[in-house]
């Protein structure tokens, strides 16, 4: 990756080098580089963006693409979303764009939607020592520092950069003039692999204490480390992580874990020691190697899966996350069950650890209700699964929603629980059907999809294809499927 970014960052390196040092005795420091110095293409830049920031130059207002966009990019990595801030109020960009809104509680911004694309665009931020009577008007802190809210807007380039957490992400592109902006060194750390704070880190830490967490995401994601006075305070104020709100928690933890990064990003926290912070329950299990073993190899899988664009999702992770915790309050629980006159059911049983391990977790992290009522049905689906004996019942297993996240799951179990592996064997010709069948439905929906605007007969025809193609095996299980559907609403055969 670094490779990507020295080809052009070695021609100037003196130049970067001298630019460090004025940031680190001044602050802060200009540096431009102009097109061509840089690798950077308008054609880069998604067109919708380009129209956002066109249409705000044209109204007279200052806008670029900044941050984490600008980072990838630089560095070979295809960015999830483009960024634009503007020297123009939020109210001043609903007037330039009628199709957008504001969102945002601490700091407001404005969604600008274009079917289905979100571009989002910040006001220029103020730096911290703006003008008093601004700041008192508009920026709200906690008792501890953290800021609740900052809509104090600033009034240039530079002030706004003050005001970004890391140097990598303070990066602005002019898709007029073709220039790379840099007022904090951000290419000079970008060109070493750093992660460093803009400003002093532990005062940045106090004002929003996501900033420790994104560090070490950034870390994880890119391969990059942290700086030494950027690393320091982590460990003094992971505390401060409990102040921020459990529903911003949520988002954060699956930014973590589910885009491809999520065993570096395990690794980083348990050194960091705010693996206990995020996931209060875990406490009794962070010496337990065997855990921690099973938790990497269900990560390394998850990664696996994102580089190959699957969809990792919440109740996946948190049940794997959560399986020991889980474990140990269901066998409690079936130990007390087993001295009542009477006893519960095993869904019963499952039912109840979940809920009070969703209890302990959601002061941290505030599940929805959707996906810990997936949890729960993927850790019900763990005990079911031992049941092979009644065909009925294993068929009904098979047949479930989540049959095969939780066979997911119970196959990595098996790795670290021996007793599982026959199991699992035994559930492998269901799970390939399953997965099959899910292809095919998908296929079919890919298929509808692409034939909506046509003709009713031709769209008939071509699904008459498709369905043409199935085999034998496939077109049978359907039929069946039909029938059981059609005998349990009593329709004729």
């Not at 840099?182 to 204490?209: K, Q």
Request: charged share 30%; proline share 3%; net charge positive.
């Amino acid at each position: 990756m670094r490779s990507k970014i020295l080809a052009f960052l070695e021609k100037i390196q003196d130049q970067l080098t001298r630019n460090h040092e004025q940031v680190k005795r001044k602050g802060h420091a200009k540096l431009v580089l102009k097109k061509g110095q840089h690798p950077l293409q308008l054609s880069q830049i998604p067109r919708n963006v380009q129209k956002v920031v066109n249409a705000l130059q044209k109204a007279g207002y200052e806008a670029y693409v900044v941050g984490g966009c600008i980072r990838d990019l630089l560095i070979g990595k295809q960015p999830k979303d483009f960024d634009v801030c503007t020297s123009a109020t939020p109210e001043q960009v609903r007037r330039v764009f009628r199709n957008s809104r504001f969102i945002g509680r601490r700091f407001k911004i404005v969604h600008v939607v274009f079917d289905g694309e979100i571009i989002e665009v910040t006001t220029f931020r103020s730096s911290a020592d703006a003008d008093v009577r601004r700041r008192n008007s508009e920026r709200v802190s906690s008792e501890s520092g953290m800021l609740v809210r900052d809509n104090v807007y600033g009034r240039n380039l530079e002030e706004d950069a003050q005001r970004r957490d890391f140097t990598i992400n303070a990066l602005y592109y002019d898709l007029r003039s073709g220039e790379l902006i840099d007022f904090h060194g951000g290419l000079h750390d970008l060109s070493l692999g750093i992660i460093d704070a803009i400003g002093d880190a532990e005062v940045r830490y106090h004002e929003d204490p996501v900033r420790m967490i994104r560090a070490l995401r950034f870390c994880a994601k890119l391969g990059f480390k942290l700086a030494e006075r950027t690393a320091e305070p982590i460990g003094r104020l992971a505390a401060s992580l409990r102040e921020v709100s459990n529903a911003r928690m949520y988002d954060e933890i699956n930014k973590m874990f589910l885009t491809g990064h999520g065993l570096q990003s395990y690794r980083i926290l348990r050194r960091y020691h705010l693996l206990e912070i995020l996931f209060p329950a875990l406490r009794e299990f962070l010496d337990n190697e065997v855990y921690h073993s099973f938790v990497e190899y269900a990560l390394s899988s998850s990664d696996m899966r994102y580089t190959q664009n699957k969809r990792n999702m919440p109740h996946f992770l948190f049940a794997v996350m959560l399986w020991a915790r889980f474990q140990k309050e269901f066998y409690a629980l079936q130990r007390l069950n087993d001295s009542l006159t009477v006893s519960l059911s095993l869904r019963d049983l499952a039912a109840r650890a979940c809920t009070r391990i969703v209890r302990e977790q959601n002061p941290v992290t505030a599940i929805p209700l959707g996906t810990v009522e997936s949890i729960r049905s993927m850790w019900t689906l763990q005990l079911m699964l031992l049941e092979i004996d009644n065909e009925q019942l294993v068929r009904q297993i098979a047949e479930q929603h989540l049959f095969r996240g939780a066979f997911d799951i119970f196959r990595l179990r098996a790795q670290f629980e021996p007793y599982l592996k026959p199991y699992a064997q035994f559930w492998e010709p269901y799970y390939a059907r399953s997965a099959e069948s899910a292809r095919r439905q998908q296929e079919m929906r890919n298929l509808r999809e692409q034939t909506r605007d046509l003709p009713k007969r031709s769209r008939t025809e071509l699904e008459g294809q498709f369905f043409s193609s199935e085999s034998a095996a496939e077109r049978q299980d359907r039929l069946e499927k039909a029938r059981a559907w059609r005998a349990a609403m009593n329709l004729a055969p």
